[in-house]
């Protein structure tokens, strides 16, 4: 918990400091082949070297790439415009690491059950190992086991598998790359509450799924943060199972209950657009803070227009190919440790420091 807070606080002084990250080391392998080459990686936008640094050095010693070995990742869902990131980064982290990526997913965000089969019809290939993100704690535990017995690394990427649940089925996780989802949350409720000043006033929180790692850890950092401030009355915490419509409906009620409400903690930055959207229509979105996380594509745009007051940002592309270099650790017999992924704060004021992030 301290190193990966570390990691967090070092990455977003150097973001708001507009600190150049330094190139990745050119640390070599005892025989100088292409081992470490993995950190050589030349990114449009130099913030994020920091944190390919700081992934790169959790990782350390780094596998062997160039394999051929062929990898299966499992993420949520490709309606969810953060998933279809992840897709994409996954398929080039494979290309520039020599490995073959297959990636699959759920048809919904909460199509528990499906994204269960297809991981199940996953552990039936040639996968040296694969790497999955749950729609639920529990939902993906029988195909982990399966794929345990049929010898094939299982690596968790995102929101947690609940272990115990894993080991009381006799399986077991091979390794783990997440990022802390309460820290998430905490940073963003602390923003919104700087924002509103001393005076404070009334905020809410809109929640994806009930139970999922990613909602209940963010939730509960800015809830924390919202119920410790002076002068903060948190006045709803509703679920919106990561669905714009639905986030939309809520944030309608919000404002129709609570004129005089000030700020909104949205656990992704759909159900955040969906909020902005729905005070807008109100004619209620001037002097309200909306913040989200994921830091898509249209949730940059909608902070440089203004639509958006900021969101959580981790690098798509450093945190897939972590998440690969991990994977083929654990191919290789080496010894792996929980890897956490930096974050960083991206508002109005430090937006244009992120041209070219992915």
């Not at 994204?115 to 535990?141: C, G, H, R």
């Not at 002076?230 to 986030?247: C, G, K, M, Y």
């Not at 949205?266 to 004619?283: Q, R, Y």
Request: hydrophobic share 40%.
């Amino acid at each position: 918990m301290k190193f990966r807070k570390i990691c967090s606080i070092l990455l977003i002084m150097a973001l708001l400091m507009s600190l150049v990250g330094c190139a990745g080391s050119n640390n070599t392998a005892e025989n100088n082949n292409e081992v470490n080459d993995p950190v050589q990686t030349e990114f449009t936008n130099p913030k994020m070297l920091d944190m390919e640094e700081i992934l790169m050095s959790q990782l350390e010693p780094l596998p062997e790439i160039n394999t051929g070995d062929k990898i299966g990742a499992l993420v949520i869902t490709l309606t969810n415009p953060f998933w279809v990131g992840m897709k994409e980064a996954y398929e080039a982290a494979g290309k520039e690491l020599g490995v073959e990526i297959e990636v699959m997913a759920a048809p919904t965000e909460n199509d528990s059950k499906s994204q269960l089969e297809t991981l199940q019809a996953m552990t039936a290939k040639d996968y040296k190992a694969l790497i999955i993100s749950p729609i639920e704690p529990y939902n993906l535990v029988p195909g982990v086991v399966q794929a345990n017995k049929n010898g094939i690394k299982v690596i968790n990427l995102g929101p947690g598998i609940d272990t115990e649940a894993v080991a009381n089925e006799g399986g077991q996780l091979d390794g783990r790359i997440c990022v802390d989802f309460e820290e998430q949350g905490k940073l963003a409720a602390e923003y919104i509450v700087e924002k509103m000043g001393s005076e404070g006033g009334k905020v809410a929180i809109i929640q994806g799924i009930p139970g999922a790692g990613q909602s209940e850890g963010r939730t509960l950092g800015a809830k924390k943060v919202f119920e410790s401030a002076p002068n903060v009355e948190l006045v709803s915490i509703q679920p919106a199972n990561w669905d714009r419509n639905t986030a939309y409906n809520i944030a309608t009620n919000l404002i129709q209950a609570h004129p005089d409400l000030k700020g909104i903690f949205c656990c992704n930055d759909v159900m955040a657009l969906a909020a902005a959207d729905a005070l807008e229509a109100a004619g209620q979105r001037d002097g309200k803070i909306i913040f989200g996380v994921d830091f898509i594509d249209e949730a940059a745009e909608a902070i440089k227009a203004g639509k958006l007051d900021g969101s959580i940002a981790y690098s798509s592309t450093v945190y897939a190919k972590a998440a690969v270099l991990l994977a083929l650790k654990t191919v290789q017999g080496h010894d792996v440790d929980t890897v956490y992924s930096p974050l960083a704060i991206v508002t109005k004021e430090n937006i244009d420091q992120f041209d070219g992030w992915k």
